[in-house]
Each structure stands twice: as structure tokens, then as C-alpha cells.
């Protein structure tokens, strides 16, 4: 359904730093820096068949976080939720809501962390057991 998700950054090497750490747990390598036409630089991580990209506004303005809005990655196990939470936060992201962990629910068992980039943009692990 997708083919892409975009963020914004007021300061795309710090963010560049945050996301190599932490897309890397999930096995993404080194993104592909692009400056469009009108100097604005842009990072692509490809993986597994999705593009996550990381922009400057393209408008000149500063980049905001979605209220409401949450990304959503996801692992391989509960222990890479806990990996990309804690590099995330080693590498400046802040961690939110409830600690790395199993939650049961009406959507079954997931083991979730949830976190913020040093933008703002508010990202969780998810692993679904099978």
C-alpha cells in the first residue's frame, strides 16, 4: 500500500546519525543522500522492499512533528523492540509511553517501544508474535 514514509528534519546530519544507528538494527544499510534542485538534502533507507525518508522541508520552513501521527517498524523478535529502543535512545531520541515490553490487548500480544526522533517524529518497534 505504500511506497514511501517521509520525515522532516531541521538538521539532517544529526538526524542521520539517529537513523543509521537505528534503522541499522533492522538491518538498513546506508541511505542515499539526494539535494534536489533547489538544495534541499534528503536521506533514502531502502529495506526489504520500503523506502523510509528523511528530508528537509522542502517549503524553506521548520519541520514539525505530527500530533497523533506515529510510525511504526517493524522487528523480527522482542529482543530487536528492545535493540531499537535502546540505540534510539543512545542516539538521542527520547523514550515515551510505557517501557520496551510485551502489551496484551483486544489486538492480541505485541511487544512494543515507542520513542522520539531528535525532531520530534514519534517512531515504534513492534514485533508480533506468531
Known amino acids: ?3 514511501h514514509v517521509m520525515v522532516g528534519s531541521n538538521d539532517i546530519d544529526r538526524s542521520k546519525q539517529f537513523y543509521d544507528a537505528v534503522l541499522g538494527v533492522l538491518g ?19 529495506h526489504d522492499g520500503g523506502t523510509f525518508c528523511v ?9 514539525t512533528v505530527a500530533n497523533g501521527g506515529t510510525i511504526g517498524f517493524k522487528c523480527s523478535s522482542p529482543e530487536q523492540v528492545r535493540q ?12 515515551i509511553e510505557d517501557p520496551p515490553g510485551l502489551r ?5 500480544a505485541l511487544h512494543l517501544s515507542y520513542v522520539r526522533d531528535p525532531d520530534g517524529n514519534k517512531l515504534c518497534a513492534l514485533h508480533r508474535p506468531k
Not at 496484551?104 to 492480541?108: D, R, S
Open 104 to 108: 496484551e490487548g483486544k489486538l492480541g
Open 28 to 46: 538498513a544499510g546506508e541511505p542515499m543522500r539526494n539535494q534536489n534542485g533547489t538544495g534541499q538534502v534528503r536521506l533514502f533507507y531502502r
Open 84 to 95: 531499537f529502543h535502546d540505540v534510539a535512545v543512545a542516539h538521542g531520541g527520547t523514550s
Open 1 to 3: 500500500m505504500f511506497s
Open 55 to 63: 528530508s528537509e522541508p522542502i517549503d524553506g520552513e521548520s519541520a
